[in-house]
């Protein structure tokens, strides 16, 4: 379901990336943690990247294990916590054997984030949770334009849910593409695969949510 080239190629760059957008990595961090919460047994950091959220999962208790499919970025993860090269559509983990999961700034990689979300449920036990943290599907994608400050434009392509690759120049989304998924699609795909969402929430850059997490379980 990945183009793995595509992040296998910006690896080292996507690397210094993250460590350059602290300010806005702290908050999605900080909405990792609020609703990820403290615990004990693995968590799944679902299409981990480089690793750059491990530290966040483990600082809270859990022991961080990470999937992707993308070496380039495997290389970078490996010294941040235990990984495997995998789809997230076809995980290689047992199903009900893991008690929480985590997918953080992802869900815009793949074309088919519901296939995901079903392959998550599958692997989580009864009663675990699974926390979603991504850029705000209202707000942030091709279909908005946010060169005015303390303004967002939102035009028509709002609800295509195609890949695209405009955007920033400094960004992701030109070098690696970026799949739109809907509001409702998004909130769907977890009560479509049988879990249940207890919380949402929101982080703001000046003024206007940017990030959007959604905190579900699988009902015991």
């Not at 941040?80 to 559509?89: I, K, Q, T, Y």
């Not at 893991?98 to 995901?116: E, K, R």
Request: charged share 20%; glycine share 10%.
């Amino acid at each position: 379901m990945f183009a793995p080239a595509a992040y296998d190629a910006y690896a080292d760059w996507y690397e210094q990336f993250v460590q350059d957008s602290w300010s806005y990595m702290d908050r999605v961090r900080g909405l990792l943690a609020d609703l990820l919460s403290r615990g004990k047994g693995r968590c799944l950091d679902l299409c981990c990247g480089g690793g750059a959220h491990a530290s966040t999962i483990a600082g809270l208790g859990w022991t961080p294990v990470g999937v992707d499919l993308s070496p380039g970025q495997l290389r970078h993860a490996g010294g941040r916590l235990p990984v495997a090269a995998g789809d997230a559509s076809r995980l290689p983990v047992r199903s009900g054997s893991l008690p929480a999961a985590a997918c953080v700034l992802a869900h815009t990689d793949v074309p088919d984030y519901a296939a995901v979300i079903r392959e998550v449920a599958r692997v989580l036990q009864p009663g675990a949770k699974l926390v979603h943290v991504g850029l705000h599907p209202c707000f942030v994608g091709a279909f908005a334009d946010w060169s005015e400050p303390r303004r967002v434009v939102i035009d028509t392509r709002y609800a295509e849910q195609r890949r695209a690759f405009e955007g920033p120049a400094e960004g992701v989304r030109v070098r690696v593409g970026a799949w739109h998924v809907p509001l409702p699609n998004l909130l769907n795909a977890f009560v479509d695969a049988g879990l249940r969402i207890d919380r949402t929430a929101e982080s703001t850059a000046n003024g206007i949510a940017d990030v959007f997490a959604i905190q579900a379980a699988k009902p015991a």
